[in-house]
């Protein structure tokens, strides 16, 4: 399947999928996207096959007695044909060496023959790399595991629903009534997502392993500062959108005065009021630890009980909660509380994280290159991605009035 068929036919099912949704024909929707998805996956899996034949093609036939395998001058093994080129111990070393000296990675360990994909640009990580580095942003992350994640290719719709199905009490042999779901939609963005680093080691010094443990650390650290900043305060334009960028449904936005230079007790309750029962359960307070400490801790209610707890458990770390409710402390993602503020700023809020979707368009790629200002050297992991509240019936904003 050439570029220009896949592209054709994938156009043609985004419009009738799009057809259907407009039709209010959800389900004839997805099936559509599925058809989408099947197509993707096949293109993909044919460009794969395509570049694999396009490196033997390129090797030169070796000896009889080198039956499997060819050596280098270095000493290095080739395999002459993996169903995963980036997970081989060659194409390890040749990526690391691309990070720690910019030499470019060897033509016939790419996919340079192959029809061009975004996820060719750069150096594509290592596999085995890269699922570590995803495992170490969901072990180290405060907010992405918290949120839910998919992967949907970048420009598909997705059908949401504004309401809650009810069930009734009906009598025998009577049915229910049928109730009608207003239906929205979300679509997802390509947003490149671009994570600088620094790689200080020497490659003369430097194995595999010792320089995997060291990239991995970085990215993952790049990475989790970059996407939760994101999702808590995303503009939306060019990145995806975060929650405080959302507008809470009316009622569930708490004013603070501009002349308040201390929460009360009233505020928190009141915060507390505004979310709707039926969204208690998964619902978190989020706050900096600042605010917390400082406006939180301390408070009581009418009897005298502090309404804000802390939990040790088995391992020592601490668990916060504010009426029962647990407390997540997002670092610097948000302003803390101030007495005097020169915009309207929300410095806390109430939300469940699983109403917030996180789209992975691709996968990681690298790059490398030479800043000709300042002459570093900057390498960047970059990624395709969106996010976006699909239900914001759990969000209760505490906004600062300016002045």
């Given at each position: 399947m050439?570029?220009?068929?896949?592209?054709?036919?994938?156009?043609?099912?985004?419009?009738?999928?799009?057809k259907l949704l407009d039709e209010g024909k959800t389900d004839e929707a997805?099936?559509?996207?599925?058809?989408?998805?099947?197509?993707?996956?096949?293109?993909?899996?044919?460009?794969?096959i395509q570049a694999n034949l396009n490196a033997l093609a390129g090797q030169k036939v070796a000896a009889p007695a080198a039956a499997a395998q060819s050596v280098d001058l270095s000493g290095s093994a080739k395999t002459p044909d993996v169903l995963d080129r980036y997970d081989t111990d060659e194409y390890k070393r040749a990526f690391m060496n691309y990070v720690l000296t910019g030499k470019k990675i060897p033509a016939e360990l790419t996919n340079a023959d192959a029809n061009t994909k975004t996820s060719d640009v750069g150096a594509a990580i290592p596999?085995?790399?890269?699922?570590?580095?995803?495992?170490?942003?969901?072990?180290?992350?405060?907010?992405?595991?918290?949120?839910?994640?998919?992967?949907?290719?970048?420009?598909?719709?997705?059908?949401?629903?504004?309401?809650?199905?009810?069930?009734?009490?009906?009598?025998?042999?009577?049915?229910?009534?049928?109730?009608?779901?207003?239906?929205?939609?979300?679509?997802?963005?390509?947003?490149?997502?671009?994570?600088?680093?620094?790689?200080?080691?020497e490659v003369s010094i430097v194995t595999y392993p010792m320089f995997e443990s060291q990239f991995v650390a970085n990215v993952a650290e790049a990475m989790v500062k970059a996407e939760e900043q994101a999702i808590i305060s995303g503009s939306g334009s060019g990145q995806p959108k975060g929650i405080t960028k959302e507008t809470a449904v009316a009622g569930q936005n708490i004013d603070i005065a501009a002349a308040t230079t201390a929460l009360t007790y009233k505020d928190i309750t009141a915060a507390e009021a505004a979310v709707p029962q039926a969204y208690d359960a998964g619902a978190v307070w989020?706050?900096?630890?600042?605010?917390?400490?400082?406006?939180?801790?301390?408070?009581?209610?009418?009897?005298?009980?502090?309404?804000?707890?802390?939990?040790y458990g088995m391992n020592g770390k601490p668990v916060y909660s504010l009426f029962g409710r647990e407390v997540v402390l997002v670092g610097d993602y948000l302003p803390s509380?101030?007495?005097?503020?020169?915009?309207?700023?929300?410095?806390?809020?109430?939300?469940?994280?699983?109403?917030?979707?996180?789209?992975?368009?691709?996968g990681m790629t690298f790059r490398k290159y030479t800043d000709n200002a300042t002459d570093d050297e900057v390498t960047v992991a970059l990624a395709l991605v969106d996010g976006k509240v699909v239900d914001k019936n759990s969000l209760v904003t505490l906004t600062k009035k300016k002045a």
């Amino acid at each position: 399947m050439t570029k220009e068929i896949y592209n054709s036919q994938r156009k043609k099912l985004m419009d009738e999928a799009q057809k259907l949704l407009d039709e209010g024909k959800t389900d004839e929707a997805q099936a559509k996207m599925k058809e989408v998805e099947a197509l993707d996956a096949k293109f993909e899996e044919e460009a794969r096959i395509q570049a694999n034949l396009n490196a033997l093609a390129g090797q030169k036939v070796a000896a009889p007695a080198a039956a499997a395998q060819s050596v280098d001058l270095s000493g290095s093994a080739k395999t002459p044909d993996v169903l995963d080129r980036y997970d081989t111990d060659e194409y390890k070393r040749a990526f690391m060496n691309y990070v720690l000296t910019g030499k470019k990675i060897p033509a016939e360990l790419t996919n340079a023959d192959a029809n061009t994909k975004t996820s060719d640009v750069g150096a594509a990580i290592p596999t085995t790399t890269l699922q570590k580095i995803y495992e170490k942003i969901e072990a180290t992350g405060m907010i992405l595991p918290r949120v839910t994640h998919t992967s949907y290719k970048g420009g598909v719709t997705v059908p949401t629903s504004s309401a809650k199905p009810t069930a009734s009490w009906v009598a025998e042999g009577v049915g229910s009534d049928k109730q009608k779901k207003a239906l929205g939609s979300i679509t997802f963005a390509y947003h490149k997502l671009r994570c600088a680093i620094s790689m200080s080691l020497e490659v003369s010094i430097v194995t595999y392993p010792m320089f995997e443990s060291q990239f991995v650390a970085n990215v993952a650290e790049a990475m989790v500062k970059a996407e939760e900043q994101a999702i808590i305060s995303g503009s939306g334009s060019g990145q995806p959108k975060g929650i405080t960028k959302e507008t809470a449904v009316a009622g569930q936005n708490i004013d603070i005065a501009a002349a308040t230079t201390a929460l009360t007790y009233k505020d928190i309750t009141a915060a507390e009021a505004a979310v709707p029962q039926a969204y208690d359960a998964g619902a978190v307070w989020c706050m900096t630890k600042k605010t917390f400490f400082e406006q939180i801790v301390g408070m009581v209610d009418s009897n005298g009980q502090p309404v804000a707890r802390t939990n040790y458990g088995m391992n020592g770390k601490p668990v916060y909660s504010l009426f029962g409710r647990e407390v997540v402390l997002v670092g610097d993602y948000l302003p803390s509380f101030a007495a005097s503020v020169t915009a309207d700023t929300i410095f806390a809020f109430i939300f469940d994280f699983k109403d917030y979707l996180w789209n992975e368009n691709l996968g990681m790629t690298f790059r490398k290159y030479t800043d000709n200002a300042t002459d570093d050297e900057v390498t960047v992991a970059l990624a395709l991605v969106d996010g976006k509240v699909v239900d914001k019936n759990s969000l209760v904003t505490l906004t600062k009035k300016k002045a």
